[in-house]
Structure formats: C-alpha cells, structure tokens
C-alpha cells in the first residue's frame, strides 16, 4: 500500500510547531510546541500540514508536560483566514486532534490566530478618519511598533474629556482577547450614536498587543523569563512596551482625569469552565459600586453577563495593580478574563462574537461616560422649585430607596390619575444642541408607561419610559436644540399609568459644538463623480445612516431638508478627501415625515428621499 507523504509549512509569521513523528501509514503527526525567545511554557502552536490522505481522519497529537496548558478546544482553517474550532482528547501523553479533512493544506493553531500582520491591518483601515490616529508608541526590543490608537471627536476640544485606558495581548498565546480590542476599535471609530457619544466625552487610548514580540514568533509569553509582562509594573520595568504604556499613561492624566482603565486577556486555554469575568480589588465602596455599573451597562448592550473575581496576589505588580495604586481617584480598574470556550450565556466563542464582545464593550463605555456628570451639566432635582421645577398635584416626598439624586424623590402614591405633573425648564445660557437625561428609583411596583413629554426649540416630543427597571442611573431621551432662556422643559404626568409613578431629576448636558464629520472615510475603489447613496435603513426611527463617494477632493455639504423646502440640520460643510463617506442623521427631534438631503460637491448636487417614521 501507499501512503500519502505528511508534509509541514512553519514558515509564516506566527507560526510554531517541532515535528516530533510522522506516521503516514496512520496519517498521525506529533508535534510539540518550541519556546520562542525567553518562553518558559510550551503551549502555543500554528502549523500548516500540506500533505495528507483526504480518505482518512488526520490524527494531530500535542505534546506538552502539564496537560491543563492544552487547549479545549483549538483551531482549523484551510486559507488562514476562517477559522473553526475542534476538540481534543488525551491518549497517553499527548492531547490528539482528529478530524476527517475535506480538503489540503489544513492549518491548525491553539487558538483563534491574531497577529501583528492583523493589527497593523486594522490601523490602515482608519487612514482619513479624523477621529483615530495610529502611532508606535515605542519600538519593542525587536524593533517591532507598539502601536497606540488614539480614538476621540476633534471637533469637540480635548479639556474636559475623560480618559479611558485599554491595554491587550501582554501574553501573546492570549489571541482571543485581540479580537474582542478590534471589535471595540471597529465600534469608537464608526458612526453609530453610542461611539460619537464616547468619542465626544472621552478620549479612549488602546494598546492591543504589548508583546509583539512574541505574537510575531508563535510565542507563548507567559512567565517568560526575566519577568511576565503583565507582573512588570513594578519600578523599574523591564519591557520597552510596559515603560512605554506607564509614561504615556502618566502624560495623558496629567492633563484629563482618568476614570477607566482595562487590561484585556483571556483564561488558559486548557480550563473547560472559563466563562468571562472582571479580576478587581474592590470588595466594597465605590470603585466597587462604578464597576458594577460599568457591567450592568454592559448586560443591557449584550444580553450577556461579564462575572467579578477578587485580584489575586501576584510576585510583581500587574497593570491593574499598578494603575490603582496611582490614581486612588479612578472609576475602575481591572484585568478582564475573556473566555476561551464558552460566553457567560453557553454560546461558544467565535470571531465574530469575539468581535461583538469588544464593541459591547465599548457601547458600556459610552454608557458609563454618559452618566458622569459634567460641571457645565444643567441638573434639576425635584427640590429645586426655586429653579424652575413646577410640581402641581399632591406627590409624596420620600426617601426610603437609596440613590436618587439629592435629598430625596418624589412618588404619586399610585393616587389622582392624571391629576399630577412635574415639569423641569433650565435656564439654558445660550441656543444649543443638549442632551436630555432623566433618573428615577426602579422597582416592580413602578409604572412602566410614564409619559415624558420634552418641550424643544422648533418641537415637543412625547415619550414613554419604564419605571421598573433602569433605576438610579442617567436614562438617556435624545439630543434636542434648546434656545436660550426658559422656554424648554421636560413634563413627567401621571395620566393613564397603573401603578406608581417617579419624579428625581432631569440632566440637561451641552452636546458640544456642530455636528462634525466623524466617521470612517475608506480611500478605496472610489467610483467616478460624486455619488450619493440611498440611506439605509429607509423608513428609520430615530437614527440612519447616509453614503457618498468622492473621486476627488472638493468642498461638500450634505444638508437635510423637510418636505416644504426648509434646511433642517447641516450635516457636513467642509472640504474632504476623495474616499467613501458614512455619516449618520439623527431624527430623535424631528417629527414623522418626508426629508430630503442634499450632496453639494462643487457646482454639482445630488438629492435623495428618507422617511422618518415614530
């Protein structure tokens, strides 16, 4: 008989593998796993087998002395680019891999791959958006750049910002958790409502591979010798890309508070139960309390829960650790464990959750910033009658559920319905765009129908919000334009309700400045002319998303008109690049009905029908 002659390619970039046994007879290969560098474990390993018979299940066997290193499962492809996953099981003292192949070569990994190659990828998509830069922050000990994202609008100045701290990859074997940093850059960086909201509040800096190094090698990185790179922060640090995150950290916050920071990883790939989870120190108080409102923002973007674990002790200072000890003022900070096998809600782990993970992430990010009020914040509170809170109707005074905002909330004892109405009107300084925040005390015996009526410049806009959840939090009703003086309220009634109803407060905070150009603008395959798109979705309530394209640089504007002819809202007036544009309409002001808008390039105009529909 014979047989199909094995064949092994290790030299791509991230590749690792030492061939130990080839039986063609059986179509079995055993390998083991090299230390790269200053390795210490041998545990990563990506190899492509070029050759094999396609009649019968090719048999991968992995060596390695502690078999809790092994992943659960590990990973296939046939171009490199989709990837599957299979399990293993132990035979003697290996763990086999064994599957009946369709097709040759087959690539086979310990994970879902990210490499460098990946990341550098990643930063040139974001050439031309205003709102990302992508710099080395330092060269690693090999040469290799460091890169740091800098995501924020800039068209809102930077004073005033908060400042959020993301780090990944200090372990290269960790590739998973690179997966979950890219879905967060894709979301800062697009035109979705949430990131526009972040990126006008906060400048978010992200490291996604610390160890590059190691990832280019195939390496594994963890306790690699002289010291693992996430117990370097001690003083001094080894690591050029830790001294490089500690200064630049220290920079950063000398100027804008830093209220968030997270160290991404993943668990071993050899634990079955590895779900999610926050590694903190906060047992109680209020770093605590900021966490599990961070995680909280989190489940209602997902569905999904991410755990808490208490941080243990380690032989030299992690980033977490580091980071806490500094700035005592900080919301949080964490080490976040994402899993290997399964999500906290039983899903296995694909790319592309992996990839969603990261964008709830930062969708809780946004959320989280929202509730930070700002000293130009215009907060009434149900006491500040003197202010221009009116209260009409006999509401009960109350204090007995903790974290309303200041003295105490108002209920209507579930009596008089529709009979009992407080309205809050600010005293806006000057015309401008805000937006509106309500607050209440949640519980199950609270209306979940009560109507908010909101009184806006050019409008008043009719909402219903649900009282029984979402409480003790700022609960976001839309951006509106405000003129200047009184004229501009918020009404929360009773009427039609069945059960009791709140009244807290009301935030009014200053959106910042014109609506600017913030999105991706993507250089490639730009059609001739000026071509504008159909905005999708089209009918849309309250949000939709508008497209053109550029072949050559040009003066634009894209304005928004209702069906009587009259400009509504200007959504660009600058001069761009050529490229393809995506810029977002936001109709939470505007009444249902036809608009139109307008693409100005030069001397040339194009125009398209939408339909807000409420």
């Known amino acids: 008989m014979v047989f199909a002659q094995m064949y092994v390619d290790t030299s ?36 492509g087998i070029l050759k094999f018979n396609l009649l019968q299940p090719l048999n991968i066997r992995v060596q390695n002395s502690n078999d809790g290193l092994l992943p659960v499962l590990a990973a296939y492809s046939y171009d490199r680019v989709n990837w599957s996953r299979i399990s293993g099981t132990y035979v003697g003292g290996y763990k086999e891999y064994s599957k009946l192949f369709t097709q040759s070569p087959v690539y086979f990994a310990t994970g879902y791959p990210y490499l460098y190659s990946n990341l550098t990828a990643l930063g040139n998509s974001l050439n031309g958006n205003p709102c990302v830069s992508v710099t080395d922050l330092t060269l690693s000990e090999h040469g290799r750049g460091v890169k740091l994202f800098r995501i924020t ?28 940093v890219e879905g967060m850059i894709q ?18 800096y992200i490291v996604p591979m610390m160890d590059v190094d190691q990832v280019s090698a195939g390496g594994t990185g963890k306790d690699q ?18 001294n490089g995150v500690k200064q630049k950290i220290l920079q950063t916050a000398s100027t804008n508070q830093l209220k968030i920071f997270i160290d991404s990883h993943d668990p071993f790939p050899g634990q079955n139960d590895n779900n999610t989870w ?37 032989a030299g200072q992690t980033a977490a650790f580091w980071v806490d000890s500094l700035f005592s003022q900080i919301d949080f900070s964490v080490s976040l464990e994402t899993g290997w096998v399964n ?49 009409s109707g006999e509401w009960i005074s109350s204090e007995n559920a903790s974290e309303h905002w200041g003295t105490n909330y108002l209920h209507d004892n579930n009596l008089g319905k529709g009979s009992k109405s407080v309205r809050y009107s600010p005293a806006i300084p000057a015309p401008d765009n805000y937006e509106i925040f309500i607050r209440w005390i949640s519980d199950a015996n609270r209306a979940g129908n009560v109507p908010v009526r909101i009184t806006f410049n050019g409008g008043v806009k009719d909402t219903v919000v649900n009282q029984q959840v979402s409480g003790s939090e700022w609960i976001l009703l839309g951006r509106y334009n405000f003129a200047a003086g009184t004229s501009g309220s918020v009404l929360i009634e009773n009427r039609n309700t069945t059960a009791y109803v709140i009244a807290d407060a009301v935030r009014f905070s200053k959106w910042g400045g014109n609506t600017p150009l913030s999105i991706c603008r993507n250089p490639d395959q730009v059609p001739a002319g000026i071509v504008l798109q159909q905005n999708y979705p089209n009918p849309f309530n309250p949000h939709s998303t ?46 249902s009905g036809v608009y139109y808008y307008t693409l100005l390039a030069g001397v040339k105009a194009e125009t398209k029908k939408m339909i807000l529909l409420k």
């Open 225 to 242: 010798w002289p010291v693992d790179f996430n117990r370097d922060w001690d003083a001094p640090s080894y690591w050029n890309a830790v």
């Open 153 to 180: 609008e800039p068209a809102v100045p930077d004073s005033g910002k908060v400042l959020i701290w993301v780090i990944a990859r200090s372990h290269a074997m960790e590739s998973h958790s690179d997966f979950a």
């Open 12 to 47: 791509f970039e991230g590749a690792n593998a030492k061939v130990l046994l080839i039986n063609n007879s059986t179509n079995t290969i055993t390998i083991e796993s090299n230390k790269r560098y200053k390795d210490v474990h041998q545990v990563t390993f990506c190899l």
């Open 187 to 204: 979301f800062l960086s697009s035109s979705a409502v949430q990131a526009e909201r972040l990126r006008r509040r906060a400048i978010v």
């Open 343 to 391: 999500r906290t809600d039983k899903r296995e782990w694909t790319i592309p959750l992996y990839k969603t993970h990261g964008e709830n992430l930062g969708k809780a990010m946004s959320d989280y910033v929202s509730n930070i009020v700002r000293s130009d914040d215009i907060i009434l509170d149900n006491t500040d009658t003197l202010k221009g809170v009116v209260i």
């Open 546 to 591: 508008i497209t053109f394209h550029l072949s050559a640089a040009n003066a634009v504007k894209l304005i928004v008109f209702d069906i009587l002819g009259q400009e509504i809202q200007t959504l660009v007036n600058e001069q761009l690049q050529s490229g393809t544009y995506t810029v977002e309409f936001d109709g939470t002001a505007f009444t």
């Open 278 to 314: 926050f590694y903190d120190s906060y047992a109680s108080g209020q770093h605590s309390v900021n966490l599990d409102l961070y995680r909280k923002f989190f489940q209602k973007n997902s569905g999904y829960v991410i755990n808490r674990q208490p941080m243990y002790a380690t």
